[in-house]
C-alpha cells in the first residue's frame, strides 16, 4: 500500500479515506473470491441491547458497508431490560452456529451489564472486537489472531509513514480497545511506547519527545500546540460533537501548521477502523473454514 497524505500547506494531512479505500477494494475482490471458490459469505453479527442513539449510526453505517462488501449483516435488538444470563443465551447461540463468523457486543451497554464480562462467551475466533480474554492475552504473547479495529487502524496509519525500527510512539489513552493493545502491537513490531493517562505528570513533556502522538481520550482540543513540535505526527482517535459537528481530541486548527503530519477528523482513524473491523471477519471466516474442513 502507497504512503497516503495530501501535503496542505506545511504540513502532511494523512488520508484515512484513501487508505480505507483501497482496503475496501481489496475486500471486494477476496470475499468475492472466497464466495466463488467456497460458496461461503461472510456473516457478522451485531447484538445492541438497550437501542442507545450514540451507536445506532454505527451500526446502520456497518450494516450499509458490509452490504456493498457483499457480506452479511445482521442487527440483534434487545430489550433495556435485558438480563445478563439472557444476554449470555443469545451470544452463545450465535457462537455455536456454524453460519455466524463475527460476533460484536454493541457498546455502551446498560450499566447492569458488564460489557468485557459477558464477551468473554464470545467464541474467541469469532470475537472479531478483539475483546476476549483470549485474543487480547495473545497479542500480549505476540501471538496474535484478531486486533481491536481501532488499534490495527491506527497501527496501519502509523506504519504507512515508514518509520525507522525503534521509532518512539506516545498513546494518550489505556482503554482495552485502544491504548492497551495498541502498545502492545507495536512493542511487537519494535517501537518504542508510552503510555499516558489522567495520572500521568507533565504529557506535553513526554509527546514532545515522540515520533509519533496518538491520542483518544474523548476531549475535544485536548491535544494543543504544546504537545507537539516540527517533527510531530499526530493520529487522532479521538470522536466529539461540538455544535453538531465531529471533532478529534487534537485542536486541529491550532497545530495543523506546526506537525509534520496529522489525521482529521472526520476522514482519519474512523474510515479504516470499519475497514479493519470487516478485514476480522473475513479472516474469522477463512479460519472457521480451515477448522471445518480439518
Partial sequence: MELNAIRSGNRMLIDGK??????KEKLIRDIASLRSETGIVPSMRLISVGGDDSSASYIR?????????????????????TTEEELGKVISGFSADSSTNGIVIEAPLPPHLDHTGIAQRIDPQK?????????????????????????????????????????TVTIINR?????RPLALMLLNRDFTVSV??????????????????VVGVGKAGFLTPDHVTGNSIVI????????????????????????KAITPVPGGVGPVTTACMFENLLK?????MKNFVD
Fill in 236 to 259: 487522532d482517535a479521538g470522536i466529539n460533537y461540538a455544535n453538531g459537528k465531529l471533532t478529534g481530541d487534537a485542536d486541529f486548527e491550532s497545530i495543523k501548521d506546526k506537525v
Fill in 61 to 81: 453505517s456497518k450494516m450499509r458497508y458490509g452490504k456493498k462488501l457483499g457480506v452479511n449483516v445482521e442487527l440483534t435488538e434487545l430489550g433495556e431490560k
Fill in 284 to 288: 474469522a471466516a477463512r479460519a472457521q
Fill in 175 to 179: 482503554s482495552p480497545v485502544i491504548g
Fill in 18 to 23: 484513501a487508505v480505507a479505500s483501497e482496503k
Fill in 127 to 167: 470475537d472479531i472486537d478483539c475483546i476476549t480474554e483470549i485474543n487480547q492475552g495473545k497479542i500480549a504473547l505476540n501471538r496474535e489472531y484478531m486486533l481491536p479495529a481501532t488499534a490495527q487502524a491506527i497501527r496501519t496509519l502509523i506504519e504507512l509513514q515508514e518509520p525507522e525500527r525503534g521509532s
Fill in 196 to 213: 499516558c493517562h489522567s495520572r500521568t505528570h507533565d504529557i506535553p513533556k513526554i509527546t514532545r519527545e515522540s515520533d509519533f502522538i
